[in-house]
């Protein structure tokens, strides 16, 4: 039976996604299956802002980053009135399943949706690669690449004036991206949410660098990493945005500030915000998000509905929704216990 297949993107942009959108529309194809654009993700599946897709309109947009279709944060049941628009959307365009492509909250959405009797199959994206069940997600090996560049450009200034230069980095509750970045770039401290070290631990290493020569130091944190021992600066109150998110803006400042009041060295902080998940993805994301959306598709001419497609030792699986709602996939011990051993700490 010939089906028309609706896609779209939730939560925050990464690179990667204009890549699975191209997919599942050239996947479907090949069935002779239809594909639905939904624009601004499930806003726009409740108010039914929906176009066709077809193999002219996704050309070339491999290679872009974002999303062509839009994106936002809407809970899709927050209003009890707007699952009963959902149904009407998919009625009023013949949508038969949907490709749901995001993070944490779009694909908890997607399992609660699915339990409600709507046929999807959800793709794994943010930057923050912090979805379990799988080993990747799209927008994750972008955004390393480009923190690792940025710590690249900031060794060189550092060196020059001997400074200690602070990196805060994406990573509300788990630190992958610091500490992969901070591992690649041969950072001098990595600070996450998951390992609790104390600023006087890394005062106590930075000196360590400083007596025996190096005259200047790397630390990349992570947005979400608590600092206890701040000392007498307040850490301020957090605005939230839409889905009660706090908006980190100060964790590296209020580093920054107590190193060098501690240490007496000039320190720098570099915030790279959401220029980490901006830009053109790189070809290990553009190939992800390739075999991501193709196995969605697959999944759906199967009727395998209510699951993800998942990277698992470099192959593509299938999981539950249900397995990887309301749980985040933190940093491995073993992985810290590697930075550890590169950067020298006696931690």
């Not at 062509?68 to 209003?79: E, Y």
């Not at 850490?235 to 980190?248: N, Q, T």
Request: proline letters at 4%.
């Amino acid at each position: 039976m010939k089906k028309t297949i609706g896609v779209l993107t939730g939560g925050g942009d990464c690179p990667g996604l204009n890549a699975v959108i191209r997919a599942v529309v050239r996947c479907g194809l090949r069935y002779g299956f239809k594909t639905k654009g939904i624009r601004n993700g499930w806003q726009g599946l409740i108010e039914g802002e929906v176009e066709t897709l077809t193999d002219f309109s996704v050309s070339g947009i491999i290679s872009r980053g974002g999303t062509v279709l839009g994106t936002s944060r809407t809970d899709p049941l927050k209003n009890p009135a707007d699952f009963e628009k959902i149904r009407n959307t998919m009625k009023r365009f013949n949508i038969d399943a949907l490709v749901v492509v995001g993070g944490n909250g779009t694909l908890a959405a997607a399992h609660d949706i699915a339990t409600l009797g709507i046929p999807l199959v959800g793709v794994p994206k943010t930057i923050d690669n912090d979805i379990p069940e799988t080993d990747m997600t799209i927008g994750f090996d972008t955004a390393v690449s480009i923190v690792t560049e940025a710590i690249d450009r900031l060794h060189t200034t550092a060196e020059s004036h001997h400074r200690i230069m602070v990196v805060q980095v994406m990573g509300r509750q788990v630190g992958w991206i610091a500490l992969k970045a901070g591992i690649a770039g041969g950072a001098d401290e990595i600070l996450i949410p998951e390992v609790h070290v104390t600023i006087d631990d890394v005062c106590l290493n930075l000196k360590a660098r400083y007596a025996a020569g190096k005259k200047f130091s790397i630390v990349v944190i992570a947005e979400g990493t608590p600092l206890q021992d701040i000392g007498d600066y307040p850490v301020p109150e957090c605005d939230r945005d839409e889905c009660g998110h706090e908006k980190f803006v100060g964790a590296g400042n209020l580093l920054g500030r107590e190193l060098e009041r501690r240490l007496g060295i000039e320190t720098r902080v570099t915030n790279l915000g959401h220029v980490q998940r901006g830009g053109t993805p790189t070809a290990f994301d553009r190939v992800l998000a390739t075999r991501f959306g193709v196995a969605a598709v697959e999944q759906i001419r199967m009727g395998n509905f209510g699951t993800m497609v998942a990277l698992q030792s470099a192959q593509i699986v299938t999981v539950p929704l249900e397995s990887i709602v309301h749980r985040l996939k933190l940093v491995e011990p073993e992985l810290y216990t590697v930075a550890k051993t590169v950067i020298g700490g006696k931690r």
